[in-house]
């Protein structure tokens, strides 16, 4: 499955943005799914996960409160909505893809997902 990470911008702090990730090649119903970011000089971290279902969802802490992230297994997208934005937030934004074997399953450690798209950049401006 190939994933593109779109939506990103340069936004005020206290804005909002909604990244999408879109697969092409493979239906996303079988993967769970994560959101990843990357600031200049910091480590990739966690933001969120849903499973393929949809039905189970997990935060990290910066996110939790702030973000939303949904899915459409028929339109075979992976969104991130992020509110409150903060000059923290900014980095480059990744979603990353994983072949679930249950419909609950959740993954917040990179080394677990297989499939990785193109990151978008986010940039809150104070």
């Known amino acids: 499955v190939q994933l593109q990470a779109s939506g990103g911008g340069l936004v005020q702090a206290g804005g909002s943005l909604r990244l999408s990730c879109t697969a092409s090649?493979?239906?996303?119903?079988?993967?769970?799914m994560g959101w990843f970011r990357q600031a200049p000089g910091k480590e990739r971290e966690f933001v969120a996960a849903i499973s393929k279902s949809g039905g189970s969802k997990y935060y990290a802490d910066s996110a939790k409160g702030r973000s939303i992230i949904s899915r459409d297994n028929a339109k075979n997208t992976v969104d991130l909505q992020m509110n409150s934005l903060k000059p923290e937030d900014t980095a480059v934004y990744s979603c990353?893809?994983?072949?679930?074997?249950?419909?609950?399953?959740?993954?917040?450690?990179?080394?677990?997902?297989?499939?990785w798209g193109q990151g978008t950049q986010v940039t809150v401006s104070s």
């Open positions: 990353a893809g994983r072949l679930s074997p249950d419909n609950d399953g959740l993954y917040a450690t990179s080394k677990f997902y297989d499939y």
């Open positions: 090649g493979r239906t996303l119903s079988s993967y769970a």
